[in-house]
């Protein structure tokens, strides 16, 4: 499975101010997806993160308040604007890497952002 | 929406004992389902993947899968106090974005 790291690994943030969390891969991948885990619930998909297309956002999560980029097929950010307390969570890249029988998604360690 | 709805936990076994974490779906067009162990403070790990009806075998875990009943479970054979964490089940949409299940924690006592 390929080598996935992210940046920063945790932050203390003020409310009002934005955070850029970087998600680097050690293979070229097409699919890239950030997820969201709240304290002590299970993960939620916040976009999928394509290169050279627009970042498809699901329900509820808006490009203003959760810009992506994805300029390469090893690189994407994810960023969290206008932070506020609600935005403390874990944030979470990852990758899908195609087997012979499916498609299997492999995550980095995480980013810890905690909103004061 | 896929709705992916796991056994409410939180799951004790004994060292030894077989844990079973169980998860339903409601999309019948699923094809494949995954399995994730969380330790604590650490990302989702793959454990476990299944996309043909009945069981899958890897070392001490089996995954079970039933379409008829949209039910696949997890069932740890041995269970070992190394292997408690929690548990989530996934299921992939049509872009292939996963929706997971609310977890289960599983102890494993010694």
């Given amino acids: 499975s390929a080598v996935i790291s992210q940046k920063p690994s945790r932050d203390i943030c003020q409310r009002g101010t934005s955070l850029t969390i970087q998600c680097q891969v050690d293979s ?14 299970s993960l939620t998909l916040i976009a ?8 498809t956002y699901e329900s509820g999560f808006v490009i203003d308040k959760f810009p992506i980029s994805r300029p ?6 994810l960023t969290v604007s206008n932070m506020s307390p609600e935005d403390s969570s874990i944030y979470l890249c990852s990758v899908e890497a ?12 995480g980013t810890r952002l905690t909103v004061t | 929406q896929k709705e992916v709805e796991q056994n409410s936990g939180p799951l004790s076994v004994p060292e030894g004992a077989i844990a079973s974490l169980n998860c339903t779906y409601s999309d019948r067009g699923s094809q494949s389902f995954f399995w994730y162990r969380q330790y604590s403070g ?16 890897d070392g001490r875990f089996t995954a079970q899968l039933n379409k008829a009943s949209q039910y696949v479970s997890l069932l740890i054979r041995d269970s070992q106090p190394s292997d408690s964490a929690t548990y989530l089940c996934a299921v992939p949409g049509s872009a292939r974005q996963l929706t997971f299940g609310s977890g289960t924690q599983l102890t494993v006592l010694p």
């Fill in chain 1, 28 to 41: 070229q991948v097409t699919m890239m997806f950030w997820y969201r885990q709240q304290p002590g619930q």
């Fill in chain 1, 48 to 55: 999928t993160a394509n290169q050279g297309s627009e970042a």
């Fill in chain 1, 72 to 77: 390469n097929l090893t690189f994407s950010t």
């Fill in chain 1, 98 to 109: 195609a087997s012979r029988a499916t498609y299997e998604q492999y995550f980095g360690p």
């Fill in chain 2, 42 to 57: 650490k990302s989702p790990e793959l454990i476990m993947f299944i996309y043909s009806n009945g069981d899958k075998e």
